[in-house]
């Protein structure tokens, strides 16, 4: 593939990694027994538990926005709701999906980076406890961010002591959880399950995957009664299972995840050296994973991207999202930056 091919719109843009197509030709050898009921899906799950730890309930689907909907669906009511950034992939890209499956309400919380704090949830606790206002029940954050931040692990312990003190649950949105912990340099579950997070949705086809999410309760029985019956009828029950799984039990082996993550992240990494220095693109937030975002003249986004294509991710500024992914190679970042370069000239 030359350098000419390549996006920077987004890492589900990148192909599947060579690891994990192998791991899907060797699961097609032969029969296996559907819905999960396969040595690759039993191996895949122990995979997980020896991230996560063994009382950890793992349950694969196939997308991120089925993920978020079985998981938070298995843990309110139909009157109780989620709190999370006004930001969240759950408030703006998943099309409302929860709220039509679970019948339960999403309240977006406004906040400049896309972090929740705990002093932004103490205005939703404070009042509506009666039969006129949806309950806060779950606290929904990602990991991380859709503005490509991160949550350091004091201010993701500190959420959740704040949240477990008022009977709340707190649910992470991992759909770039690698990435993440790569950022970190820390192990998934230090910067999650050790930190009191309830529930985590995995991501894996953001980081290399040819499709599959999975979802992780850490309390144990949280969601056991509920969390089977829910992925089927929201449709991520896999009847060919094995699939699934074999990509995440190469995933989650010989440290997969954090070699494609951390490549990813490096990436992004170079492209930064290379970009803040153009005149013309002044870079709006923190670059901390595998996202940079700027602001350019708006002519000068409209060359670039007949060029090689990204997404305007607010009009209003405008500003751009570039990302990277485990297949970004130096010379496509020298090459975009080049022509990032030549359409500002």
């Known amino acids: ?5 390549r996006s920077f719109a987004s890492d589900n843009t990148a192909p599947v990694a060579p690891e994990i197509l192998d791991a899907i030709r060797r699961a097609n050898d032969g029969d296996a027994v559907g819905y999960g009921h396969d040595a690759w899906t039993a191996s895949a799950v122990r995979r997980f538990r020896e991230h996560f730890g063994d009382a950890t309930g793992v349950y694969f689907t196939f997308n991120g926005t089925g993920a978020n ?3 938070l669906s298995c843990l309110v009511k139909p009157w109780e709701a989620v709190l999370c950034p006004a930001s969240a992939h759950l408030q703006t890209d998943e099309c409302g999906a929860f709220e039509r499956f679970a019948g339960s309400k999403v309240i977006p919380i406004a906040t400049d980076d896309g972090k929740l704090r705990p002093e932004d949830l103490e205005p939703h606790l404070r009042h509506g406890h009666d039969e006129h206002h949806p309950q806060p029940r779950i606290v929904s ?13 004091g201010e993701i312990h500190e959420l959740c002591d704040y949240a477990h003190e008022r009977g709340l649950l707190v649910h992470v949105d991992g759909a770039r959880i690698a990435n993440a912990a790569a950022a970190l340099h820390a192990p998934p579950r230090t910067i999650t399950a050790d930190l009191g997070v309830d529930a985590l949705t995995f991501g894996g086809t953001k980081n290399g995957l040819m499709f599959g999410e999975a979802i992780c309760f850490f309390t144990p029985d949280l969601a ?7 992925r089927k009828q929201a449709m991520q029950l896999s009847s060919k299972m094995r699939y699934v799984a074999a990509q995440f039990e190469a995933l989650l082996s010989n ?9 990813a992240n ?3 990494a170079r492209l930064h050296e290379r970009v803040r220095a153009i005149k013309g693109i002044r870079i709006t937030r923190p670059v901390r994973c595998n996202a940079i975002f700027a602001t350019m003249d708006r002519g000068a986004i409209a060359r670039a991207q007949a060029k090689v294509f990204f997404y305007t991710f607010d009009e209003a500024l405008p500003e751009v999202r570039w990302m990277t992914h485990w297949a970004t190679r130096p010379e496509d970042v020298d090459a975009f930056a080049e022509s990032l370069e030549a359409a500002l000239a």
Do not use: C, K, N
Request: hydrophobic share 50%; net charge negative; charged share 10%.
């Open 69 to 71: 909907v079985v998981a």
């Open 255 to 263: 440290d997969l995840w954090l070699r494609y993550a951390s490549h």
């Open 224 to 230: 056991a009664g509920a969390a089977p019956f829910a």
């Open 1 to 5: 593939m030359s350098a000419a091919t």
């Open 266 to 268: 490096a990436m992004t």
């Open 141 to 153: 954050i990602s990991q991380s961010t859709e503005y490509g931040g991160l949550y350091e692990p």
